[in-house]
């Protein structure tokens, strides 16, 4: 299984989807573009972006590796964001999924979408 945040590092009242464990209980990690942080490269993305946007409460999941989009749960709205990382605060924000599971389903088409072009 993955090195995920530990209940000490995560943000109080947060704890991950069972939908997002499951995904990550089969190994499905690699879903290029997608791929589902683990490790220290969590723990560094997870700092980077609370120094960079002190003003969001996030909780990064996933990574796009073909650009600086982050995936992660954003705790005050209650849905997934897609941060665009790096960018201005305030100019960040890409994408909103209801979800994990609607994020799940558009990383999907983009696994698809990405196949088709390599």
């Not at 530990?6 to 209980?25: I, K, M, Q, T, W």
């Not at 980077?48 to 946007?53: A, F, T």
Request: hydrophobic content about 35%.
């Amino acid at each position: 299984m993955c090195d995920l945040l530990s209940g000490s590092e995560l943000p109080d009242g947060f704890a991950y989807p069972p939908e997002f464990l499951r995904v990550v209980e089969l190994g499905l990690t690699n879903l290029e573009p997608w791929w589902i942080f683990d490790g220290q490269q969590l723990r560094t993305r997870a700092s980077g972006l609370k120094s960079r946007y002190p003003e969001r409460s996030l909780v990064p999941f996933a990574r796009r590796e073909d650009n600086d989009d982050v995936a992660c749960w954003d705790l005050a709205e209650g849905d997934v964001a897609v941060i665009h990382d790096f960018s201005s605060p305030g100019r960040e924000l890409r994408q909103r999924y209801p979800d994990f599971n609607a994020w799940l389903r558009q990383a999907i088409e983009d696994l698809i979408e990405h196949g088709v072009r390599t």
